[in-house]
Structure formats: structure tokens, C-alpha cells
């Protein structure tokens, strides 16, 4: 509407050749405005990263014909990582102690 109404005004006070010259320029330059506008929207293409490799110990396994995928390790810290300690106890080897209070699952090995 803006570049009618602008070449409609000219119109009667220049020649149709003049006319051309000054509404052809004004298009190409407000398109490739509008070109550089756009382009500037886009914003920065995004690289895919490669996943991290997982923990040792926590890859992906099969379980009885499930397969159970690995551990992403950001949701592990070392707070939380398995670990081998003592424990002094009388459950049997393959027994799971659960300690509530601290948080913290046990698997009783030999």
C-alpha cells in the first residue's frame, strides 16, 4: 500500500519513464530489506553434538529379553555413583539393604 500510494502521488507529476526509475529502485531496495530483516531472524543454526559416552558401569545392558538403555551422566554425580564399601553385617551374599534415612541402597556381596 505504502509503495502505491508513493508511485500513485508521482505519477502525476512525472513522466511514466521517470515514474519507473524511481519505484523499481525503491522496490529492489525494500525487498532486499526485507531479505536482510528475515535473515537476521533465523538466528544461529544449531550443531548436533554428539552424545556422551557413557559411564563404565552404566551402559546399556539386556535383562531377560529387556534391553535396559545406559545412564545418561548428567543425572549421576559422584555423590550418587555406585561404589564398593565395608559392610559389617550378617545378611547373605545377593541380599539388597535398604537404609532409608540415609538414602542409600546396599547390595551385599562376598
Known sequence: MLICGFA?????????SSLLAVVHPFRASALLGLVLLLA???????VAKAPPAPLPGYEA??????????????????HN?????????????GT????PWA???????D
Request: aromatic share 8%.
Open 103 to 109: 538414602r542409600w541402597l546396599y547390595l551385599v556381596e
Open 8 to 16: 500513485c502521488s508521482l505519477r502525476n507529476r512525472l513522466p511514466m
Open 40 to 46: 537476521a531472524c533465523g538466528g544461529k543454526p544449531q
Open 96 to 99: 539388597i539393604v535398604v537404609d
Open 61 to 78: 545392558v539386556e535383562d531377560g529379553g529387556f534391553a535396559i538403555p545406559d545412564v545418561n551422566p548428567g543425572y549421576t554425580t559422584d
Open 81 to 93: 555413583r555406585r561404589q564398593s564399601v565395608a559392610w559389617n553385617g550378617d545378611e547373605a551374599p
